[in-house]
């Protein structure tokens, strides 16, 4: 299923302490599904934080919403959403 627009809704960046300097940073990344919205019969508009912790140091989330449009999918996917709160591997791998 093609992604068809990305908006970026809102960036957030924190520092969490300063410290001293590390010899090592430990960086971990999450992309987490928000919500799953059905804007007509071949569009679908995914929102999605992904964020990155920085260990000691701080941390970085991005939002944004991604639009995807097919002609056949879009229903199957929404409802799998609604269901089980996961989308087809189709969708989530795009």
């Known amino acids: 299923m093609p992604a068809k627009g990305f908006q970026l809704i809102a960036i957030e960046a ?3 302490r300063k410290s001293a300097p590390q010899k090592q940073v430990r960086i971990d990344h999450n992309t987490t599904v928000l919500s ?3 804007k ?3 569009e679908m508009l995914v929102g999605m934080r992904y964020t990155v912790s920085y260990g000691l140091l701080g941390i ?5 919403e991604i639009g995807y449009g097919e002609d056949s999918g879009i229903d199957k996917a929404a409802k799998k959403w609604e269901r089980e ?3 087809p591997d189709k969708v989530a791998e795009a």
């Open 40 to 42: 007509s019969s071949k």
């Open 60 to 64: 970085v989330q991005l939002d944004c």
């Open 14 to 16: 924190k520092r969490h």
């Open 85 to 87: 709160h996961k989308l």
């Open 36 to 38: 799953v919205k059905r």
